[in-house]
């Protein structure tokens, strides 16, 4: 469960340390859709390989959701870690279906990264909300070590993701491009 909380945020040195004066909670409920993914799983492979493969969608469309049903149906063949780094993509005692997965919660997403793949030999990680150059930066490093990556992001379709400098670069280290739309539409199914 999330909550997001608005109110006066009070800065120190370029971190939020405090928020007062509330003045709304949005509370966001996680829930399973188990068997969601499976129209998109042959569209993951091709030639009978695994493919990298992004999910795109403004907030709210279902990604998350979306990623956790993929990660549990690609967990019987693929050794998939979950890099969960605020407890929303397995779970943590929700009782989700992540099938065989492995899961790293409540680490810094980077330092996630370099651990999981050096201790786990993981074929696939799967890891929810590029946020920042520096994530787009270690998903190129995690496709360089030749391990598969499910991810999302926020954003409305490819195209606005390649006139995006930021996240340009981001793009080659993916094979597979799956727009959704509210609440959960698969709108498109780009290959690259």
Do not use: W
């Amino acid at each position: 469960m999330r909550i997001g909380v608005s109110g006066f945020g009070v800065v120190e040195q370029g971190k939020i340390i405090t928020i007062k004066d509330i003045n709304a909670l949005v509370l966001r409920v996680p829930h399973e859709v188990k068997g969601c993914a499976e129209s998109l799983l042959p569209k993951m492979y091709r030639d009978g390989r695994l493919k990298s493969t992004l999910i795109i969608s403004p907030p709210g469309a279902g990604k998350t959701t979306m990623l956790r049903d993929m990660a549990r149906l690609v967990s019987a063949t693929e050794n998939v870690l979950i890099i969960d780094e605020r407890f929303e993509l397995a779970g943590l005692d929700c009782g989700f279906d992540i099938g065989e997965s492995e899961v790293m919660s409540g680490v810094e997403k980077k330092i996630a990264y370099e651990f999981g793949i050096r201790s786990m030999s993981p074929t696939l990680i799967v890891t929810d909300e590029i946020f920042s150059e520096a994530d787009a930066g270690s998903i190129e490093d995690i496709v360089r070590c030749g391990v598969k990556v499910f991810a999302s992001i926020h954003g409305e379709s490819l195209k606005s993701l390649k006139e995006n400098r930021a996240f340009h670069r981001l793009l080659s280290s993916f094979e597979v491009y799956v727009t959704l739309a509210p609440v959960g539409k698969v709108v498109s199914v780009e290959y690259q």
